[in-house]
């Protein structure tokens, strides 16, 4: 019979292995303890949502909504959709569990996978991770102002490198129809250089053009008015009073006029975090305003504000994040057969007082296991063979400086005083 053959895991799908998934949860850990800083609070959602919840959200003629979601029926047809984002979620959450009475200005963030069927490439994939944060029920400068401030200062504390924060205003409810008219204007006059696509944009949404990725319409719009031009009063001055603020702080950013968001549900302040080396995929986080949102998904006239920053990304702009790996404080090595019990009993005492401790099996040379704790890069190696057994002490190898220290270690000592002293040889005591 041939031998089965590997199944490969699905396009744009990855394993996050062992070292970049420490580096994460140095990332994840930062995002806790500085987001906590500023009273957020974590909320967990499913991955899984009605299709209606994005179709409505995110925008009908989204690249996202028209070609990029993972949806399907379930057996009993609901329309089901892996999430692409998650401030939809979060505001059906804030909807459904009652926090818009309880906590009507909630501040929650989140992590977690989502999908979207994009082409795979460097930093874009199919399944990707976010960590994000929003603000709900606050429509004032200073809520945006805050929440900005409290993504560079996560940045800096992850030690995030070659960043910059982009800002703009997308005007809302009162400016977006004269924009949107202006956009048109501009379309039509240029209707014979513009896509398919663009031409249908051009009648049921002309903001989607600005986010057009074929090349001969990206030109033309690089000269189309920009939204920034016709903002409303109302829309100025909150946009010059996140500005005051973050000037106040020190927050270092660029006004970006071109600056255009990939979701419909943006209004006012939008900004990116764009990261220098990343090539094409260079948005590191992004996210802005969303004041009709919670309205048009069936809530109070409630407005919100939140970002989202990219994993991957994150963990290529904050390489790091984490810092060193350290391999285990000891690596037990039985020498004979009849070593191994004795040899897991002692890494469990160990293991229960809080040390990092290597097992390795029996079987092997002294040589072979002691090259083996040091590709396991451990401080200590602790000998067991026929002698220790016999006199009831271990000997204690310093790996980094290669010296016997038998006569500290007696194995009838208890856990606690067993670590104590592996802990003194390595200069770690606490
Ligand atoms: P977004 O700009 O679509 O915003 O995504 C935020 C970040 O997720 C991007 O800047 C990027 O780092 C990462 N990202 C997006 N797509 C991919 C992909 N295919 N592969 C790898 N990384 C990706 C949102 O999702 C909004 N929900 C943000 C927000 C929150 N706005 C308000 N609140």
Redesign the pocket.
């Known amino acids: 019979m041939p031998a089965p053959r590997t199944i490969p895991a699905v396009k744009?799908f990855r394993d996050v292995l062992p070292e970049e998934s420490r580096r994460w949860q140095a990332l994840e850990e930062a995002a806790g303890q500085v987001f906590g800083r500023f009273g957020f609070g974590e909320i967990r959602l499913p991955v899984l949502e009605r299709t209606e919840l994005f179709a409505r959200s995110l925008g009908e003629t989204t690249d996202?909504v028209e070609k990029e979601m993972y949806s399907f029926a379930d057996r009993d047809e609901t329309g089901l959709t892996l999430r692409?984002?998650?401030?939809?979620g979060?505001v059906r959450a804030y909807l459904e569990s009652g926090l818009a009475q309880s906590d009507p200005a909630a501040r929650l963030f989140y992590r977690g996978p989502?999908f979207?069927r994009?082409r795979?490439q460097r930093?874009?994939?199919?399944?990707?991770?976010?960590i994000?944060?929003?603000v709900l029920g606050r429509d004032d400068p200073l809520a945006d102002a805050e929440l900005l401030l409290m993504l560079v200062r996560y940045l800096a504390a992850v030690g995030a490198r070659d960043t910059r924060l982009e800002l703009n205003s997308v005007g809302d409810r009162t400016c977006r129809p004269v924009y949107r008219e202006r956009l048109r204007e501009f379309g039509r006059a240029h209707l014979e250089g513009l896509c398919a696509d663009c031409h249908r944009r051009l009648e049921r949404n002309p903001l989607r053009m600005l986010d057009c990725k074929v090349e001969s319409c990206r030109e033309i719009m690089a000269r189309a008015p920009v939204a920034a031009e016709s903002l409303c009063e109302a829309c100025r001055a909150h946009l010059d009073g996140v500005r005051a603020l973050l000037e106040q702080e020190g927050v270092t950013y660029t006004m970006n006029v071109r600056l255009v968001?990939?979701?419909d549900?943006?209004c006012r302040t939008a900004f990116?975090?764009v990261g220098a080396g990343l090539g094409a995929?260079n948005?590191?986080?992004?996210?802005?305003?969303?004041d009709g949102l919670v309205a048009a998904l069936g809530g109070p006239d409630v407005p919100?504000?939140?970002?989202?920053?990219?994993?991957?990304?994150?963990a290529m702009v904050a390489p790091d994040a984490g810092g060193e790996p350290d391999g285990p404080t000891a690596v037990i090595l039985p020498l004979e057969p009849q070593a191994v019990g004795p040899a897991l009993a002692l890494a469990t005492r160990l293991r229960d007082n809080g040390l990092v401790v290597g097992l390795e099996p029996a079987g092997r040379s002294l040589k072979a296991l002691l090259r083996a704790a040091d590709r396991r890069r451990a401080r200590l190696a602790v000998i067991l063979g026929e002698e220790e057994l016999r006199t009831r002490r271990g000997t204690v190898r310093d790996l980094t400086r290669h010296e016997d220290r038998r006569e500290a270690f007696s194995l009838d000592a208890s856990g606690a005083e067993l670590a104590r002293s592996l802990r003194t040889m390595i200069g770690a005591v606490e």
Do not use: K, N, S
């Open positions: 744009g996202i692409p984002e998650a401030t939809a979060v989502m979207r994009e795979p930093g874009r994939y199919r399944q990707f991770y976010q994000g944060a929003e968001r990939g979701l549900y943006y990116e975090v995929q948005a590191v986080g992004g996210g802005g305003r969303y919100g504000v939140g970002f989202a920053l990219g994993l991957e990304r994150l």
